[in-house]
């Protein structure tokens, strides 16, 4: 079955120590997304790549970096993790950036916690 | 004005209920509203969507879009025991969606 995929499903790591997030699609879509959801709380979208064109959202922290290498794969980096990035990070894809976008294809997440 | 609010519930009926769930918003640019199912320690699911004002059922699911009020809704008829989750309210005007917080339902059997 075509999905998204995340790894790992749960990450604890230290206050200030760099950790890295997973995402891989088998959708074949050119748009993948990350969210950051906290508890009770709207997805709040981090940034997106249309392809390799990569769009970041103004309130996105700089401590927060995505890379790309090919359509399959997408990271997250966040270089040095505070206690309020303990959330669940929610990778997800769309077919294209202006047609049938809002119909967002979720993986399972990632449930971060910082100590 | 938050630009989506949803009441995030924990909204609780006994099986086989009819039931409403809600979203207001402010942006009049918004033109496609969504439903999202989130099951516990699962990413969402697209539900249904709406293209502008209207109806659409699909099943056991109605979603409702008054675009004059800025009001969605979505009702689920003879509810199960299986839908119980958290039903997140989405919409857009651009290439981006605004959630809302998510409103949890427990269908008690």
């Known amino acids: 079955d075509a999905m998204v995929i995340q790894n790992p499903r749960y990450q604890v790591t230290q206050f200030g120590k760099p950790v890295t997030l997973s995402c891989s699609q088998t959708l074949n879509h050119n748009v993948m997304y990350w969210y950051q959801q906290k508890s009770s709380q709207a997805p709040k979208l981090l940034f997106h790549?249309?392809?390799?064109?990569?769009?970041n959202e103004a309130d996105t922290p700089d401590n927060f970096q995505s890379r790309r290498p090919n359509t399959s794969f997408c990271f997250l980096d966040i270089r040095s993790p505070g206690l309020g990035d303990a959330a669940m990070y929610l990778c997800?894809?769309?077919?294209?950036?202006?047609?049938?976008?809002?119909?967002?294809?979720f993986g399972p997440g990632t449930r971060l916690t910082v100590l | 004005q938050k630009e989506v609010e949803q009441d995030p519930g924990p909204l609780s009926v006994p099986e086989g209920a009819i039931v409403s769930l809600n979203c207001t918003y402010s942006n009049s640019a918004f033109q496609y509203f969504m439903w999202y199912r989130q099951y516990s320690r699962k990413g969402p699911e697209l539900l249904m969507y709406t293209y502008s004002s209207g109806n659409k059922e699909d099943g056991r699911f109605t979603a409702q879009v008054d675009k004059s009020s800025k009001y969605i809704s979505l009702f689920i008829r003879d509810s199960q025991p299986s839908d119980s989750a958290t039903y997140l309210c989405?919409?857009?005007?651009?290439?981006?969606?605004?959630f809302g917080k998510g409103t949890r339902l427990h269908i008690l059997p």
């Open positions: 790549y249309y392809d390799k064109d990569f769009n």
């Open positions: 997800a894809t769309s077919r294209g950036r202006t047609r049938g976008y809002w119909e967002q294809f």
């Open positions: 989405a919409m857009s005007g651009d290439d981006k969606i605004i």
